[in-house]
């Protein structure tokens, strides 16, 4: 029973909620409110897809959310509908180019410079929230191409196009996991760092690869949110990185690193996504939507850490 409560803990508490929230209002369940939450949901699930993987390296990743909005930013300055200064494709491009060159960088100074993920990924959350305000003079950047919204404002088969972009993420990330040479080295690097570099793995270059990976997936939510909202401010993606965090960490990786899937971290984001959204419809303040949600992340490290001990 320990075992199943383990490994299928989280799909039962999800299924739970679902029942939990249609008990209360039956209007939880319909086809609108689901697309609804699944669009929500796909924003920090991207997110925390790069985030697993920073985090099962043993490393934390802290500046996800102002490289989203440096991305974003960037990105629709390209595109504005009075004067383009490229063409969509190359300016979304180029945002998920800055992204990965962000986390790039974050990787490099964690493992040349021999710096604690937790305060390089802190200045990297200053520097590039302080580089959005500066490149939009503090102001945000509205009229954007019609074309660019239809990123994250347009339907395909009535489905949301974010939708099917946290569905190609979803493959990719887990094909770089489960069935790479690259996902088999980030899961030894760290389950024992010390063992992985002696039988020969490249260690560095692993960190550098998942907190590019997690640069670029900011940078691609950035996108996505400022072709909804047809407009990118510099304050854009504040507290991200810690709902991207808790979506991980809920879904069973563990903190400690060497541990963690992706489809755990999508389950784990439905979960926030799917609490959110039920509170909303029950008129639960937001204020104790934060403090639910603390405690819900509390509750899931606290598991982890039994586990781990057990």
Same mark, same amino acid.
């Given at each position: 029973?320990? #075992? ?5 803990? !989280? ?5 739970? %909620?679902?029942?939990? *929230?249609?008990?209360? +209002? ?8 689901? @697309? ?9 699930? @991207? %997110? ?5 993987? $920073? !985090? ?45 060159? /962000?986390g790039f960088l974050n990787g490099l *100074? @964690?493992?040349? =410079?021999? %710096? ?17 305000? %500066? ?56 389950? +024992? ?10 260690? &560095?270059? $692993? #960190? ?6 997690? =640069? /670029? ?65 029950? &008129? ?6 934060? @403090? ?14 039994? #586990?781990?001990?057990?």
């Amino acid at each position: 029973m320990r #075992k199943i409560v383990s490994k299928y803990g !989280i799909y039962f508490a999800f299924i739970v %909620l679902c029942i939990f *929230f249609t008990m209360f +209002n039956s209007l939880f369940l319909t086809p609108g409110n689901i @697309i609804n939450i699944l669009r929500q949901v796909s924003f920090n699930a @991207i %997110l925390a897809m790069g985030m697993t993987m $920073v !985090i099962i390296t043993g490393g934390i990743d802290l500046s996800v959310g102002s490289i989203l909005a440096l991305a974003a930013v960037v990105t629709a300055s390209l595109v504005k509908a009075d004067a383009p200064l490229t063409s969509m494709p190359v300016a979304v491009l180029a945002g998920l180019l800055l992204g990965a060159f /962000c986390g790039f960088l974050n990787g490099l *100074f @964690i493992t040349k =410079g021999r %710096l604690a993920p937790f305060i390089v990924t802190m200045v990297m959350m200053t520097v590039a929230r302080g580089a959005a305000q %500066l490149f939009t003079k503090g102001r945000p950047v509205t009229g954007l191409l019609p074309s660019y919204d239809f990123i994250g404002a347009g339907f395909f088969l009535r489905i949301p196009i974010p939708v099917y972009i946290l569905a190609f993420v979803l493959i990719i990330s887990s094909f770089i996991l489960g069935w790479t040479r690259t996902g088999r080295y980030i899961y030894a690097v760290g389950g +024992n760092e010390a063992s992985a570099i002696a039988s020969g793995i490249k260690a &560095n270059r $692993v #960190k550098i690869f998942v907190y590019s990976f997690s =640069g /670029c997936m900011a940078a691609l939510v950035g996108i996505i949110l400022s072709a909804r909202l047809n407009s990118a401010a510099p304050v854009l993606g504040s507290g991200y990185e810690l709902d991207a965090i808790a979506a991980s960490v809920i879904g069973g990786t563990s903190m400690d690193g060497g541990r963690g899937f992706i489809i755990g971290t999508l389950v784990g984001a439905l979960i926030i996504g799917t609490i959110s959204n039920g509170l909303d419809i029950l &008129n639960v303040s937001a204020y104790w939507q934060q @403090i639910i949600k603390g405690i819900i992340i509390l509750v899931a490290v606290i598991l982890d850490r039994r #586990k781990e001990s057990a």
